[in-house]
C-alpha cells in the first residue's frame, strides 16, 4: 500500500513538474509573439519611408535577417532536438533575436539628423 501511496506522490509531482514545463514553453511562445508583432510593426513603419531602392534592399535584408535568425536559433538548439526543452529554448531565443532586431529597426526610424550610418534619408 505504501509503495502505490508513493507511486501517486510520484506521479502527481510528475503531472506538476509536466505543467510548469508547459507554462515555461507558453511564455517562451508568448514573447516570441509579442516580439514578432512588434517587428512587424516597425518593419511596416519603416517600410512606408523607403521607396524604390531603398524599400527593395530593406526587404532584402530583412529576409536574410529571417534566415539567419531561425538558422541561428536551429543552431543554438540543435542539441535540444527532439526534447521536451527545445521548444521553450528555440522560442527563446527567437524572441531574443526579434527583440534586438526590433531595437535595431527602431533606431533607424528614429536617427538623428546627420547621423551618416542612418539607412534612411532625412
Given at each position: 500500500?505504501?509503495?502505490?501511496?508513493?507511486a501517486g506522490?510520484a506521479?502527481a509531482?510528475?503531472?506538476?513538474?509536466?505543467?510548469?514545463?508547459?507554462a515555461?514553453?507558453?511564455?517562451?511562445?508568448?514573447?516570441?509573439?509579442?516580439?514578432?508583432?512588434a517587428l512587424?510593426?516597425a518593419?511596416?513603419?519603416?517600410?512606408r519611408?523607403?521607396?524604390?531602392?531603398?524599400?527593395?534592399?530593406?526587404?532584402?535584408?530583412?529576409?536574410?535577417w529571417?534566415?539567419?535568425?531561425?538558422?541561428?536559433?536551429?543552431?543554438q538548439?540543435?542539441?535540444?532536438?527532439?526534447g521536451?526543452?527545445?521548444?521553450?529554448?528555440?522560442?527563446?531565443?527567437?524572441?531574443?533575436l526579434?527583440?534586438?532586431?526590433v531595437?535595431?529597426?527602431?533606431y533607424?526610424?528614429?536617427?538623428?539628423?546627420?547621423?551618416?550610418t542612418?539607412?534612411?534619408p532625412?
Amino acid at each position: 500500500m505504501k509503495a502505490c501511496g508513493s507511486a501517486g506522490i510520484a506521479l502527481a509531482l510528475g503531472m506538476v513538474l509536466s505543467s510548469g514545463a508547459l507554462a515555461q514553453e507558453q511564455d517562451a511562445g508568448a514573447g516570441f509573439q509579442t516580439a514578432d508583432k512588434a517587428l512587424n510593426v516597425a518593419y511596416k513603419t519603416l517600410s512606408r519611408r523607403l521607396q524604390g531602392d531603398e524599400l527593395a534592399k530593406l526587404r532584402t535584408t530583412q529576409r536574410a535577417w529571417l534566415a539567419f535568425r531561425d538558422a541561428e536559433c536551429a543552431f543554438q538548439t540543435q542539441w535540444t532536438e527532439g526534447g521536451s526543452i527545445q521548444p521553450q529554448l528555440l522560442a527563446g531565443c527567437l524572441a531574443e533575436l526579434t527583440t534586438q532586431r526590433v531595437t535595431q529597426l527602431e533606431y533607424y526610424l528614429n536617427c538623428q539628423e546627420g547621423d551618416l550610418t542612418c539607412p534612411l534619408p532625412p
